[in-house]
């Protein structure tokens, strides 16, 4: 029959991302963390009708809803977020893990523009989605009523530490090269810095193995260097 069924949801695309990163993996855990990550929201019809976005201009922070399509759609009660080493299990509900039920995402992201001479598009700055991602749905974003700063965040207290970041003469002189050089640098060193290395290979202090990232068209790699007490990573070569 054709009743509502109230038990399942079918979920539409509205747009797709196209964003900095072609991979998963290497990308930071959270929106906030890469600031100069710029990504495109292309919305499909019926969406991508202008008047579905009017108004929409006034707000600089948006919500996104999208689907973590490249996560198999398996989930367990546990999960071990990388936060925490990798190792210690917390509950699915009390993490942002990617494997959850119904894969459902959520982002904060800062909205730039908005371009309705064909379809509709946003541009997004600062998204963790690899490009592809399915989005669901899009809200305004209401500091008076969402932002919290005296939340209290579990396991998550406080923004990662960071990495420090140096660059390999090759490395800066291949970004010389190129037109978006700038933001390029920035966004790798906002990635890098964030340390992308799977957990149990960030206990490597000083190696000469490369580790990659993928951003935009290109390949970073980076080794761990010893600099006195601490690790830096090295930014060798973009490829
Ligand atoms: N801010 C979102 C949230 O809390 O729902 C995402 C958090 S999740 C921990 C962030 C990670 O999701 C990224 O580091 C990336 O590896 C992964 N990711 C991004 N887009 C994805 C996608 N479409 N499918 C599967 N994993 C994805």
New binding site residues.
Partial sequence: DDAPNSEHFTLTPIGHVVSD?PD????????GLAPAANAKLVFIAPYNDPLAVRGLEEFSHLWLS??????PDRWSPLVRPPRLGGNTKVGVFAS???HRPN?????LVKLIGIDTQKGVVLQLQGC???S??PVVDIKPYLPWAESQPNAQAGFAPQTPPLVAVTFHPAALDKLTQRKDGATLHALIEQVVSQDPRPAYKQKDKASDRLYGVRLRDVDVKFCPRQTGEATTLEVMAIE
């Avoid at 998963?24 to 929106?31: A, M, N, T």
């Fill in positions: 990163y998963k993996f290497g990308i930071p855990r959270q929106p999208f689907i973590f399509h490249q996560s942002r893990s990617t894969r459902l995402g959520l982002s963790d989605l690899v592809g991602t």
